[in-house]
Structures are given as structure tokens and as C-alpha cells.
């Protein structure tokens, strides 16, 4: 029972900043590794970054340096700078959770990055 919920989401222009956030509800654990996934109309959801309570983060190649994960467990939120965007950033971003092998899922919120 752990509700995700995306803000943030909207239209910039190439070479622009976003920051989403995800607030996490119900019975979100301290110690559950957080993420964001991104998919594009057509294409397979793509992990884009990933950290977890300890501070690891990972991210996928065609965001490192431009794309920063972080958290804040005391508003149980997790966050997703995004800067120098490109076109090819546009899609649906999704926060996920993992807590003791249980995935959950948010309902996304549009990235559009115009040229």
C-alpha cells in the first residue's frame, strides 16, 4: 500500500532545467531504493536513475552529467533534476519504488522538451 505521486512535469525548451518530484505515502519503508524510469509513446520504459536510502545512485548513460537523483526521507519524497534537456528527453517520467521486493508504480508525469 504505497502510493507515488510525480510533479513537476511540463514543456521547456532545449537546453532547459526541470526538477520532478515524487512524494511517497501509505507504507513507504526508510529504506527503500527509489527511482525514475522514463517511456515514450511507442518505446520500452527506460531506467533513467536510481537511489537508494544509503546514498547510491546510478543513472543511465544518456543522462549522466546532465540528470541528478536525490532524496528526502524526512518528506518521504524523492527528486530529479534534469538540466541541459534535449528533444530526445521527452516522455512520460514514472516513479518507482522497491521496498523488500515489492515494485510500485506512479501514474507518470509529461517531460516535453521542444526544439
Known amino acids: 500500500q504505497v502510493q507515488l505521486v510525480e510533479s513537476g512535469g511540463g514543456l521547456v525548451q532545449a537546453g532547459g532545467s526541470l526538477r520532478l518530484s515524487c512524494a511517497a505515502s501509505g507504507s513507504i519503508s526508510r529504506f527503500a531504493r527509489m527511482g525514475w524510469y522514463r517511456q515514450a509513446p511507442g518505446e520500452q520504459r527506460e531506467l533513467v536513475a536510481t537511489a537508494t536510502s544509503g546514498g547510491s545512485t546510478n543513472y543511465a548513460d544518456s543522462v549522466k552529467g546532465r540528470f541528478t537523483i536525490s532524496r528526502d526521507n524526512t518528506k518521504n519524497t524523492v527528486y530529479l533534476q534534469m538540466n541541459s534537456l534535449k528533444p530526445e528527453d521527452t516522455a512520460v517520467y514514472v516513479c518507482?519504488?522497491?521496498?523488500?521486493?515489492?515494485?510500485?508504480w506512479g501514474q507518470g508525469t509529461q517531460v516535453t522538451i521542444s526544439s
Open positions: 518507482n519504488s522497491v521496498q523488500w521486493g515489492q515494485l510500485y
